[in-house]
């Protein structure tokens, strides 16, 4: 089984994942207490949701050892974390 890819690991980089989706989930609830109309906002603006996704990792880099984020594709897991931000918009919307 191939665990490196693109000099990342993949297994500290699923980990680091699960960290950052549970750091989205706790802003995610934060905003959604706001109220409807002000969360809807938050929500779909790209500015506000930039800012959101640097926290998420920001926060979830607190976890990691220094001398083992060098494993991680913090990159790969950001781009996670918009996709699955994306997704549930979509799904509203329908």
Known sequence: MKKKNNGFDRIATEMFLLSAMKEYYRIYWDIVKKGPKEAFNLLTDNHHMETVYDQVIE??????????RYLIDFEGV?????TLHTKALVLAYM
């Open 59 to 68: 926060r979830a880099k607190k976890g990691v050892a220094k001398n083992k």
């Open 78 to 82: 950001r781009m996670e974390v918009m």
